[in-house]
Structures are given as structure tokens and as C-alpha cells.
């Protein structure tokens, strides 16, 4: 352990000598942060949203009332349409109501999507239903009324006069029909805005992203620079100089998920649930990133594969994480293949203890599999630690 330690002392003097890569090694969880936060504070509010309304009467006019009042929605109201509005980005979507006022058919709306708009469509879809499911009771509840009234209208007819006048006009009232509300609530007794979603990723991602490009570099510079021919002929070990590096980038790791969490959580006030169990998480994923990243400098041959290897890795890690795309999306390839990544686990448990209070019980399997995780790739990267220089 003496000799592992000497190499951490060496590699810590190694990168932080350079003070504008320690700059930049600082600054990302920082930066990164802060423009994440920035991009995706809240839900999406004021789409721009063209409606037109190709048919004139009460149905169609009480849908454009309840439309209207929606503050998620920015409507330009126009006569007419072309796909061209959502191609120059001047629109989000187009909405085109043809409400009809008959007994026969109700008529359609339909909602152009831009295709770039992502997300954005289902805020769309959901203020269009909510003011659609409106306007329907009010054509139900109408016809219904028509209805009765001429069947009270026949019976009346076939009825002698004195026993006709006896019947009443039937009318249903507004309030004694109402609609089912539906309640989306989260299922959690912690305040969750929607930049909490994204930050318990970032915490995690951000780590990644520092983690994999120092520690991918770590041995491949030192072997381009001269310097590891040094430490091939001293008395250390592969053990010593893979657990010597991985103490320093450890460190380093923890430093950059701790700044980005204070960073996050003091400018946007993010959920953070048990802090203990979250800092167990945390010291877990970081040990792994670190592993995997000295086993990508290990079995790499220069600085400029390391850097490739690290990036695809990153890459791979944001797209299998469930951040950017539900993994429900996927297929049954991508969603059996993830399994055997790591990057998932850690995020998916960081998600659950921030925002559904999960406990030890919730996360433990998550946190068992980074530790094997953590073992499988700093064994390997011990193994497979070439001892020639180039």
C-alpha cells in the first residue's frame, strides 16, 4: 500500500503542475451544470402554436375558449395553413379544429406536429385533449337534450291533448353532468421540479465525462512523455501502479461530483434525497468510472486512442442512462444490452434517491452490481497493464 500510495503523491503532482488543465477539470462539472440547468428549469411554456379553425359555430368556438386559456400555449389564430410554418421553426405545431354541429359527425381536430419539436408535442397533445374533452361533454350533453325533447315531442303527439299537457319539458342542467378529472401527481412526498429529473443524471454524468477522459489518459501520456519507462524499473507492481493512479483520480472524481452538486443545488435548489446513501452511491460509481477509465489507458496504445475510447465510452454511458430516451422506447435488444452496462445502474439509483426518497432496500441491488462492476474492471485493468514503455 506504501508503494500505491507514492504513485497516487506522483500522478497528483502529474496533473495539478498544469494548472490550466486542473482549470479545466474544475470548471466542467460547473459550466455544465449551470447550462443544463438553464436549458431545462421548467415544463415547456409559450409554444408557438398555430390554430385554425375551418368551422364557425358554438362547438368550435367553445373549443377555441378553452384552447385559449392555457398558459402552456402561445396561439396565433390563422385562416389558413402550410407545413411551411413548422419548417421555418416559426411553429411548434399546428392545430386544425373542424368541429361540426350535427348529429351525425363531431367532426375532427388535428394536431401537425413539427418533427424537431420533441416533448413538445406530447405539452401539445395534452392541452388539446383537456380543451377537446371540454367541448365534447358540451356537444353530449346537447344532443342528449335534442334528443329527449323530440322524443317528448312524438309522445306528446300520439297522446290525447289533456294527458299531453300533463307532461312536462325534460331539461338536463349543466351542472348535474359532469366530466371525470384526471390528476397526475408524482409519487413521491418531496417537491420534484423538472430540472431534478436531469440533475440527478448530471450528477452522475458529469463525473463520467471528467473521469474517463483523465484516467483514459493516464498511462498512455505518461508512456508517450518518457515518464512510465521510469516506473518499469523500479520495484512497483502492476497492483501498485494501477491502485496508485485510481487513489488519485478517485479523488479527483469525488471532487468534481461534489462541486457539481453544490453547484446545482445552490443556484437551482435541487432535490437531494438521503444524503448518506447518496454519498455511498457516489463514492461506489466514482470508484468504477475510475477502474474503467485506467482499464481503457491500460490496453489502449497512444494518448489519441485513450481519447477516442473515453468519448465513446461517455457517449454510450449518456445514451443507455435513460436521460435523453425512456428506456421503455427501446428495443428488446437495447433493453436486455444495458443490462450489462453499468452507466444505467448508477443513474437509474441516483434518480430514485433523489426523487422517490428510495432507501437502502430500494437501491441495494444497484449498488451491489456497480461494486462488482468496480472489481471486474480494476482487476482487468491490473491484468491487462502492459510493462513495456511503447
Not at 385554425?52 to 373549443?63: G, H, K, P, T
Not at 385559449?68 to 395553413?81: G, N, P, R
Not at 306528446?156 to 349543466?174: F, G, H, M, N, Q
Not at 521510469?230 to 512497483?236: A, N, Q, S
Request: glycine share 6%; with cysteine.
Amino acid at each position: 500500500m506504501k508503494n500505491a500510495l507514492k504513485i497516487a503523491k506522483f500522478e497528483f503532482v502529474r496533473i495539478f503542475r498544469d494548472w490550466r488543465l486542473a482549470l479545466i477539470i474544475l470548471s466542467q462539472p460547473i459550466v455544465i451544470g449551470l447550462i443544463v440547468g438553464a436549458m431545462s428549469y421548467h415544463d415547456p411554456q409559450g409554444v408557438k402554436v398555430k390554430l385554425v379553425n375551418i368551422s364557425d359555430n358554438q362547438y368550435a368556438n367553445e373549443f377555441i375558449t378553452e384552447l385559449v386559456k392555457s398558459d402552456k400555449l402561445d396561439i396565433t389564430q390563422s385562416a389558413d395553413y402550410t407545413f411551411d410554418d413548422v419548417k421555418s421553426g416559426e411553429f411548434r405545431a399546428i392545430i386544425v379544429s373542424d368541429i361540426k354541429d350535427n348529429q351525425d359527425d363531431a367532426g375532427r381536430i388535428t394536431v401537425y406536429n413539427a418533427p424537431t419539436a420533441g416533448e413538445i408535442q406530447i405539452v401539445v397533445g395534452l392541452e388539446v385533449a383537456k380543451a377537446a374533452a371540454q367541448t365534447s361533454q358540451s356537444i353530449a350533453r346537447n344532443r342528449v337534450q335534442s334528443d329527449v325533447t323530440d322524443a317528448v315531442a312524438e309522445l306528446k303527439s300520439e297522446l290525447p291533448d289533456v294527458v299531453a299537457a300533463k307532461i312536462k319539458t325534460i331539461e338536463i342542467k349543466s351542472e348535474s353532468i359532469s366530466g371525470v378529472d384526471v390528476e397526475t401527481e408524482y409519487a413521491t412526498s418531496t417537491t420534484i421540479h423538472r430540472y431534478d429529473y436531469f440533475a440527478s443524471s448530471m450528477m452522475i454524468l458529469l463525473m463520467f465525462l471528467v473521469v474517463f477522459n483523465v484516467s483514459g489518459t493516464s498511462i498512455t501520456s505518461e508512456r508517450a512523455s518518457g515518464t512510465f519507462e521510469r516506473l518499469l524499473v523500479t520495484p512497483y507492481t502492476k497492483s501498485n501502479i494501477i491502485i496508485g493512479k485510481a487513489i488519485t483520480h478517485f479523488c479527483i472524481g469525488l471532487l468534481v461530483s461534489i462541486v457539481g452538486t453544490l453547484t446545482m443545488e445552490l443556484v437551482f435548489g435541487i432535490s437531494l434525497g438521503n444524503i448518506t446513501l447518496l454519498s455511498v452511491l457516489t463514492i461506489i460509481a466514482v470508484a468504477m468510472s475510475v477502474c474503467l477509465g485506467l482499464l481503457i489507458s491500460a490496453v489502449t496504445k497512444s494518448v489519441v486512442e485513450s481519447v477516442q475510447m473515453a468519448t465513446y465510452l461517455f457517449f454510450i454511458s449518456t445514451l443507455t442512462c435513460g436521460m435523453i430516451s425512456p428506456i421503455e422506447n427501446g428495443l428488446k435488444i437495447y433493453t436486455t444490452t444495458i443490462k450489462l452496462l453499468p452507466f444505467g445502474y448508477a443513474i437509474d439509483a441516483s434518480r430514485r434517491i433523489n426523487l422517490a426518497g428510495a432507501g437502502w432496500n430500494h437501491v441495494a441491488s444497484d449498488i451491489y452490481l456497480l461494486f462488482g462492476f468496480f472489481v471486474l474492471f480494476l482487476s482487468l485493468a491490473i491484468i491487462l497493464l502492459r510493462r513495456e514503455a511503447r
